[in-house]
């Protein structure tokens, strides 16, 4: 089911966002850095912060009152220039369930409701660069990220019509 997060949900979110993220971006193990930035990031206060900002909007999907996945809107976020609508902020699937139709069906949920263009932006070597290309997402730029002495490239993706 895929609904509209609420205050209780924000423990659950903050605790899948620190696994996805470490799965995806600490590829390596653990470092340091990289615990101080899950830590500091993704936080129970933090998703309250979102949840009450009436710029961001949080799309859950759960099951049997568990939380699957997520989608971090953030609807006055742009890249470059408004053409490129909204920001998907993020798109969190646990791994468990990836590649069972979740990561879709938040997008056509989020498309439905607050409508396109989006864009967002995901890790050069995270494998979701497939899906958002399959799905007919157009690569736009390039965002990195420095987290303590690391840089971290990401591609920019924009989403603007379904595939014929």
Avoid at 27 to 38: K, L, N, P, Q, T
Avoid at 74 to 92: F, I, P
Avoid at 98 to 127: D, M, R
Wanted: charged content about 20%.
């Amino acid at each position: 089911m895929i609904r509209l997060a609420k205050q209780q949900d924000c423990i659950n979110l903050a605790a899948l966002s620190i696994k996805v993220w470490l799965d995806n971006y600490a590829v390596a193990g653990i470092r340091r850095e990289f615990s101080e930035y899950v830590f500091e990031t993704f936080t129970e206060a933090q998703f309250i912060d979102y949840l009450n900002d009436p710029h961001c909007r949080i799309l859950v999907c759960e099951e049997h009152g568990a939380l699957q996945g997520y989608a971090l809107l953030n609807l006055h976020s742009h890249y470059e220039s408004v053409v490129n609508g909204y920001e998907v902020q993020r798109l969190y699937i646990d791994s468990r369930f990836k590649q069972q139709g979740i990561g879709k069906a938040l997008l056509s949920e989020l498309k439905q409701q607050f409508g396109q263009p989006f864009w967002l932006y995901t890790w050069v070597e995270n494998a979701a660069n497939g899906f958002y290309q399959h799905l007919g997402f157009e690569r736009i730029g390039r965002i990195d990220i420095e987290i303590s002495e690391h840089t971290i490239e990401n591609i920019v993706y924009r989403f603007a019509c379904e595939q014929p």
